[in-house]
């Protein structure tokens, strides 16, 4: 098993930011990678950054976040700027284990973001 822990989410005012952190552990497998992904009411889950680089994510943060990443702790933090007013989004942690293409996922609970004034 994978244990998958996010925290930092909340209530901020659009402009605002919000830092999210999430840790993983394992006594079991090693972890290939983690990601962050977001959820919003009705919607897909969706990648917000892709590991290694900075395409492909979310338009709706882009050059508004900042990833980082310690494999060595297995941590991803994310850093969000100018948070704009989008409602309630969930934020999930993903810590992949397996070679891939092959990667079997684990999720935190998710944090909740929310934008409003």
């Known amino acids: 098993q994978v244990q998958v822990v996010e925290s930092g989410g909340g209530l901020v005012q659009p402009g605002g930011s919000l830092r999210l952190s999430c840790a993983a552990s394992s006594t079991i497998f090693t972890i290939t990678k983690m990601d962050w992904y977001r959820q919003a009411p009705g919607k897909q889950r969706e990648l917000v950054v892709p590991t290694g680089g900075s395409t492909d994510h979310a338009d709706s943060v882009k050059g508004r976040i900042i990833i980082s990443r310690d494999v060595a702790k297995n941590t991803v933090n994310l850093q969000m700027n100018n948070l704009q007013p989008e409602g309630k989004e969930v934020y999930y942690c993903?810590?992949?284990?397996?070679?891939?293409?092959?990667?079997?996922?684990?999720w935190g609970q998710g944090t909740q973001v929310t934008v409003s004034a």
């Open positions: 993903s810590a992949a284990i397996g070679k891939y293409p092959d990667l079997f996922h684990f």
